[in-house]
């Protein structure tokens, strides 16, 4: 799976390829009208600094496979198109020229045996930050197609493709902590598990003000670790669904329960928790912890429905401020 684009500064994308040799086919690609068309833009180029760039851009004709543009993008399903300048050239290292909206685009080319090192490198996008995710998205999709091309891949459907990358955009900007497990009892018995006070605190916390009701606020306490958490209770669809707010009034993350029956009698339940804020490794170690937590917990339920044990996992994986 191709790397994620850098944001190297507030407003400078950069991306990093490896691409087959030799180094001429790859400098083709991207100064030859036919060749380009193949993985990003039709269009000639006057080859010389302050030379004219001309883009045009059909995105469904990039690959075989057919693909409508999502809504946002509708517009541009007939076609788009913009007119540059050649800012820098060095054939065949280093081609540099303006991008609409006054940003400007340069690609590197460097051998590395038999192969070539593409930089593609983003600079002055605008502030905000659709733009900036549409610009991201955009460029990783492209050249996601063009390494299609060079390893004898069918090309992917660049509209398909692009909501792939967006969502792999989506988990690194806003990343989310994600488990599951299968309980081996119905689904409303599993569901029921998760909003009745008296069964959840046999496999989580101690005490609960009340029952899980959409619209409702109650509290969960963990009296081992003297601490209470306030829940609101945002989304609840019996059998199906539980969605939470919770944490404190500086730091609220949200919860998602889901109940998928399978065969006859057994129920895998899925959590995803999200909403975390913070520097980059704060966050990811918020994630990591957090996901950790809920498989304790599904353990505890799994444990407590199937066979009436108690394991008292949660309360006992940091007995005594033990790490």
Not at 130 to 158: E, S, V
Not at 226 to 238: A, E, G, I, M, Q
Request: proline content about 5%.
């Amino acid at each position: 799976m191709a790397s994620l684009g850098k944001m190297i500064t507030p407003d400078t994308l950069y991306f990093e390829r490896r691409l087959p040799g030799p180094l001429e086919r790859v400098w083709a690609f991207l100064t030859e009208s036919e060749k380009r068309g193949k993985w990003l833009a039709t269009g000639e180029m006057e080859l010389f600094e302050g030379g004219k760039v001309n883009l045009l851009f059909h995105h469904s004709d990039l690959s075989p496979e057919a693909g409508a543009p999502p809504e946002k993008f509708r517009a541009m399903e007939a076609g788009h198109s913009f007119t540059g300048k050649v800012l820098k050239i060095d054939p065949p290292h280093l081609l540099s020229f303006t991008w609409e909206g006054g940003s400007e685009v340069t690609f590197e080319l460097e051998p590395d045996g038999d192969e070539v090192v593409l930089l593609l490198t983003h600079r002055k996008l605008p502030a905000d930050a659709a733009t900036r995710g549409n610009n991201t998205t955009g460029w990783h999709t492209h050249l996601d197609i063009l390494t299609a091309r060079f390893t004898g891949q069918t090309p992917p459907n660049f509209w398909r493709q692009w909501a792939l990358v967006e969502e792999r955009y989506r988990k690194q900007q806003h990343p989310a902590a994600e488990t599951g497990m299968l309980i081996r009892k119905p689904v409303a018995e599993t569901f029921e598990a998760f909003t009745d006070a008296d069964i959840i605190t046999k496999f989580w916390f101690t005490r609960s003000t009340g029952r899980l009701e959409k619209g409702k606020t109650v509290n969960w306490i963990w009296d081992m670790y003297n601490l209470t958490s306030r829940v609101f209770v945002k989304d609840l669809v019996p059998d199906k669904k539980i969605e939470i707010e919770w944490g404190t009034d500086d730091a609220r993350t949200r919860v998602e329960w889901t109940f998928q029956p399978v065969e006859t009698g057994l129920t895998f339940v899925s959590i995803v928790m999200d909403g975390f804020t913070g520097d980059e490794d704060k966050v990811q170690q918020m994630v990591t912890d957090s996901a950790s937590g809920f498989c304790w917990v599904l353990a505890g339920a799994k444990a407590w429905l199937e066979f009436g044990i108690q394991l008292n996992l949660v309360g006992d994986r940091f007995y005594g401020g033990r790490k």
